[in-house]
């Protein structure tokens, strides 16, 4: 069965950097996606990144183009969102999903979902 688990949420200065870990577990193969994304109050679901499992090839919301760079840990074995410049407007709950067979950085495709990690920007 496939699981998703987020981890590294918490409070972080403006301007500061948080790592965010996501382990997946359960998939079959490694034709998949594995997408962040983020909800604030209020707000939308919106994406962030998403990387490929199979060859590596990562997307990128323009909003967060720079600033967030997610990659692959084989050591741990995690899908990581590194996020620096972090700002005031970046405080939500993020959240790590994934795709059979595709990878994009809209929330409508993805079936699994993990439970997401609170991450909060004040000084």
């Known amino acids: 069965q496939e699981q998703l688990v987020e981890s590294g949420g918490g409070l972080v200065q403006p301007g500061g950097s948080l790592r965010l870990s996501c382990v997946a577990s359960?998939?079959?193969?490694?034709?998949?996606?594995i997408g962040w994304f983020r909800q604030a109050p209020g707000k939308e679901r919106e994406g962030l990144a998403c990387?490929?499992?199979?060859?590596?090839?990562?997307y990128y919301a323009d909003s967060v183009k720079g600033r967030f760079t997610i990659s692959r840990d084989n050591a741990k074995s995690t899908i990581d969102l590194q996020m620096n410049s972090l700002k005031p407007d970046d405080a939500a709950v993020y959240y790590c999903?994934?795709?059979?067979?595709?990878?994009?950085?809209?929330?409508?495709?993805?079936?699994?979902w993990g439970r997401g990690t609170q991450v909060a920007v004040s000084s």
């Open positions: 999903a994934a795709a059979y067979f595709l990878c994009a950085v809209v929330p409508g495709p993805f079936d699994y």
């Open positions: 990387l490929r499992r199979s060859d590596g090839t990562t």
């Open positions: 359960g998939f079959t193969g490694d034709d998949y996606g």
